[in-house]
C-alpha cells in the first residue's frame, strides 16, 4: 500500500521557521516527481512548491518564492520543505503529493497520483 505521511507542522510566530517532511513508503518515489500543495480554511488547494525525480529542477508559486525550499533525498524516500520567513498567510495544511513514474514537477493537482493527509502549518502574527 503506497503512503505519503507528512510530519514537521505546528505552530510557530511570523518570522520564524518550520521544516516539513514527507516520508513515503509502499513504492520508490526515486523516479516520481514530487510536490508540495497547500490549502487554508474556505480556500481550493494551490501549490507551493515541486521537485523533479531527480532533483535538478525545481519549481515554487510566486507566494513562497525566495522563502521556502524543497528537496528530496532519495535514498531514504522522503521530500522535504523549508519554511522560512514565515507569514500569517502561509497558515494552511500542506500536502505532500507524488506522481507516477517520470512524471513532470507539476503545479497542477491534477499530475499527482499519491497525497498525504496533510500537516498543519499555522503561523501567528
Known amino acids: 500500500q503506497v503512503q505519503l505521511v507528512e510530519s514537521g507542522g505546528g505552530l510557530v510566530q511570523a518570522g520564524g521557521s518550520l521544516r516539513l517532511s514527507c516520508a513515503a513508503s509502499?513504492?520508490?518515489?526515486?523516479?516520481?516527481?514530487m510536490g508540495w500543495f497547500r490549502q487554508a480554511p474556505g480556500k481550493e488547494r494551490e501549490f507551493a512548491a515541486a521537485?523533479?525525480?531527480?532533483?535538478?529542477?525545481?519549481s515554487y508559486a510566486d507566494s513562497v518564492k525566495g522563502r521556502f525550499t524543497i528537496s528530496r533525498d532519495n535514498a531514504k524516500n522522503t521530500v522535504y520543505l523549508q519554511m522560512n520567513s514565515l507569514k500569517p498567510e502561509d497558515t494552511a495544511v500542506y500536502y505532500c503529493?507524488?506522481?507516477?513514474?517520470?512524471?513532470?514537477?507539476?503545479?497542477?493537482?491534477?499530475?499527482?497520483?499519491?497525497w498525504g493527509q496533510g500537516t498543519q502549518v499555522t503561523v501567528s502574527s
Open positions: 503529493a507524488a506522481n507516477k513514474d517520470y512524471g513532470l514537477a507539476s503545479d497542477q493537482t491534477y499530475e499527482y497520483d499519491y
Open positions: 509502499g513504492r520508490s518515489f526515486s523516479t516520481s516527481a
Open positions: 521537485i523533479s525525480w531527480g532533483g535538478a529542477r525545481t
